[in-house]
């Protein structure tokens, strides 16, 4: 097996191995991290995978540098990744926006820790959701997948991947301590059957001149560097063509949209969520790790003749508006539940209150898994 | 009557009609001492990825050079340019940048890609202050000197960046002025061609910023008083380190061989694999 890309086969494995074996199967090439809890295992896998297939995995002396490896990787060519936890993501925020301003593909993997702070490494917390979407300066638009099992880890890992190429973007993968550090069955397909996108370039020898490698709705084609396209990239407010303007505010206004349209455009692409709604009057709305706890809770509702359903989120961003809408419309009731204080909540709330009663639920203590039991108490507690 | 170019102008990205440099600023200085030597070495600018920071020297090549230039966040031109070595082991990559943006807010990759030994080259434009944000004081600043941040005076102890570097582990290390532009071209020259984290700190003028400020004066002035102050690191060491308290050490530091990361990895590489050597 050694040496091969894709470990087709099927195994116990830990979220954070998968997650590690879902980039290199998705064609990763060049990871840079910093050791943290409770991401150390993905660093550890890619350490020793990468150089067989090809790629290196590089140590940095902490994680903006981290980052910045992997983003000037990213301009030489290579699908790259970096992961680590909530203080690690706090440090690379700025250059995350670096990434979405010059519009790098790339890969994030924050596995959530207690925080804030230095917190608790090993607890399981969702603490970080608008923190991927808010935590680096400016308006713009991200793309934040939420595992919930290790299959999962893998299987985004490779869809993270290919947004990254496809819409020239960092991605997000927001697990967190439960789903990276947890053994279960991991199904790595044949080859042929993992989908690899590739970011689109310029065609060889076209006028560097005439390149407009930047802001396009629809991506434009990225003027990697070593082919002559002679790109000038900077992040600071520049054009189509990379050219800097630091004194027109309509150039500015143009940047700012030009990014985050190239993701809300397609959005309906990108947007993935799992209904299982139908002619329910209450809806528990969750991701990630708690979602597992919520499937067990609406199944015995269920048993009980309790018209329950749920909707998971996969990607929490771009956030599904449309699809909470629309599931509003057909609830009564609808129960938000977080592993942490409400940070989807407002959102779901926003989009939802409309048409439905929105009810918010955290576990009894923070960084425990929710218990079931509890589930069907607040569902008792708020069904008509 | 023909039309009369420079012969350094093919290097200049041709949307790039002016300069944003102040009248009296080292920055130009540098940068044709840069393309001399990339010019006397036959080579092409596509042989090169320029990587640079924030703050006035990381304009020199962006947007001037016309070539893939990325311009970074401040402080991290040197992490960023390892990703791209990483990418490109083939090309050269070089990193412009200045004291603040190199030794301060980007002092921790300055020093682990120096000691990684990293094939890269860098130059770092020590003026003693923060030119772009109005003349506060730098790790470079020497002791004493008044500036926007320091009204009364700064009360720390400036770096000696090449020491710095020297000490981190970086295989070649020199050190020029402005008044010094030749043998900036031919240090570049080698540092270019040397397997290894290559550093060149060239002690520049910021007449603007620091010549008003601190009463050094005007940039004829400055790059008089870096002919008076440089001294050869050969004279140099018969001196005191006393003695050597107000003079400019100019000249090459070190050169020397040792492992280098690029080729490291490859041998790494190679062993996982598991193809022998």
């Excluded at chain 1, 998968?18 to 993905?42: D, M, Q």
């Amino acid at each position: 097996m050694k040496g091969k890309r894709v470990q087709t086969g099927k195994y116990f494995m830990m979220g954070n191995t998968a997650c590690a074996e879902g980039a290199i199967a998705a064609g990763c090439e060049l990871a840079a991290g910093y050791p943290i809890t409770p991401a150390t295992e993905i660093a550890n896998r890619l350490a020793e995978r990468l150089p067989q297939v090809g790629g290196v995995f590089l140590q940095m002396e902490d994680e903006i540098s981290s980052i910045a490896a992997i983003i000037g990787a990213s301009w030489t060519g290579k699908k790259v990744m970096t992961a680590t936890s909530g203080p690690g993501i706090s440090l690379m925020l700025e250059n995350i926006g670096f990434a979405v301003g010059v519009e790098t593909p790339c890969v994030i993997v924050n596995v959530q820790r207690g925080a804030p702070t230095t917190g608790m490494p090993t607890a399981g917390v969702a603490g970080d959701m608008v923190q991927a979407k808010r935590g680096s300066h400016g308006d713009y638009e991200i793309i934040a997948l939420c595992p919930s099992s290790p299959q999962e880890m893998f299987d985004h890992t490779v869809l993270a991947f290919n947004y990254a190429e496809k819409y020239r973007t960092p991605v997000f993968i927001l697990s967190d301590a439960f789903v990276g550090h947890m053994r279960e069955e991991v199904v790595i397909p044949d080859p042929d059957q993992i989908e690899a996108v590739y970011r689109k370039i310029p065609e060889p020898g076209t006028d560097p001149q005439k390149i407009k490698g930047f802001l396009d709705e629809d991506v434009a084609p990225m003027p990697i560097f070593g082919r002559g396209f002679k790109a000038h990239v900077t992040s600071s407010c520049h054009d189509e063509y990379g050219k800097r303007n630091l004194s027109d505010l309509s150039a500015l206004d143009h940047f700012v949209r030009m990014l985050s349209n190239k993701i809300l455009k397609h959005q309906h692409e990108i947007i993935q969520v799992e209904k299982n709604y139908q002619d329910a009057e209450v809806v528990l709305v969750s991701y990630g790790a708690v979602s597992r706890a919520v499937s067990m809770a609406a199944m015995r509702a269920k048993e009980e003749g309790l018209p329950v359903g749920t909707l998971r989120i996969i990607t929490a961003w771009p956030f599904p508006e449309e699809e909470i809408e629309s599931m509003a419309k057909k609830a009564k009731k609808v129960i938000v539940l977080e592993n942490n204080l409400g940070q989807l909540y407002p959102y779901i709330k926003a989009a939802a209150a409309h048409y439905a009663d929105v009810y918010f639920l955290p576990p009894r203590v923070l960084g425990e898994i929710h218990d079931p039991e509890n589930i069907l108490k607040k569902i008792r507690e708020v069904i008509p | 009557m023909s039309e009369l170019v420079h012969p350094l102008h093919r290097f200049i990205r041709p949307s790039v009609t002016s300069t944003t440099n102040c009248p009296g600023c080292g920055n130009g200085i540098v940068a044709q001492a840069i393309l001399r030597a990339i010019d006397e070495l036959s080579m092409d600018l596509d042989d090169f990825i320029f990587v640079s920071g924030i703050g006035c020297s990381a304009w020199i090549p962006s947007p001037f050079f016309n070539a893939d230039v990325l311009h970074t966040t401040h402080g991290r031109p040197i992490a960023f340019g390892l990703g791209i070595k990483m990418g490109l082991p083939e090309k050269k990559v070089m990193v412009i940048s200045g004291d603040g943006d190199l030794a301060a807010i980007g002092g921790n990759h300055l020093i682990h890609n120096a000691r990684r030994n990293v094939e890269m080259i860098v130059v770092c434009l020590n003026n003693s202050i923060y030119g772009m944000t109005g003349g506060q004081a730098a790790p470079t600043t020497p002791m004493g000197l008044k500036t926007t941040t320091t009204p009364y005076g700064t009360f720390e102890n400036p770096f000696d960046i090449a020491h710095l570097v020297m000490a981190a582990g970086a295989s070649f290390v020199s050190r020029w002025t402005t008044y010094h532009p030749r043998q900036i071209t031919t240090t570049l020259k080698k540092a270019i061609q040397k397997k290894g984290f290559s550093f060149l700190e060239v002690i520049t003028q910021c007449p603007v910023q620091f010549g008003k400020k601190t009463g050094s004066g005007s940039s004829v002035q400055m790059l008089r008083e870096y002919k008076e102050k440089a001294i050869s690191v050969k004279e140099a060491a018969k001196l005191s380190e006393e003695e050597l308290q107000e003079r400019i050490v100019v000249g090459e530091l070190v050169n020397k061989e040792k492992p280098e990361m690029v080729e490291e990895i490859m041998k790494m590489k190679a062993k996982a694999y598991g193809v022998k050597e």
